[in-house]
């Protein structure tokens, strides 16, 4: 008895994980973040696309499509932003990664008496 995987490859999803890094930030509270999205995959990854402003109610709906390196740089304001990232692999299966970040603003410093 042979089991079906020595036969045909079974295909697996890709597994994805998001890098957030500050690169920059300016006297308006606005930030300059970096995105870097690492997949593994068997295949390979055919892209990314990117919704920076993800919700479950409307669902996946990509602001950045085909992105190829899997890296954004996206300047933010203060607040709170729901971000999701897809890979695709060769195979078209593909995975999400949702995740919320937080741009804290900046206090104004009051001047001593």
Partial sequence: M?????????????EIKVKVKE???DGNSNRDI?????CQSEVGIEFYAWDFDY???NGFKP?????????????LQAGKYNIAVKAVDING??????????????AKRVKDK
């Fill in 2 to 14: 042979v089991e079906i995987g020595e036969i045909i490859s079974i295909a697996t999803k890709p």
């Fill in 23 to 25: 690169l920059n930030r």
């Fill in 34 to 38: 970096e995105f870097i999205a690492k």
């Fill in 55 to 57: 919700s479950k109610e």
């Fill in 63 to 75: 602001e950045i499509i085909m992105d190829r390196e899997g890296k954004q740089i996206k300047n």
């Fill in 93 to 106: 299966l593909e995975s999400m990664d949702v995740f919320q970040l937080k741009i804290n603003g900046m």
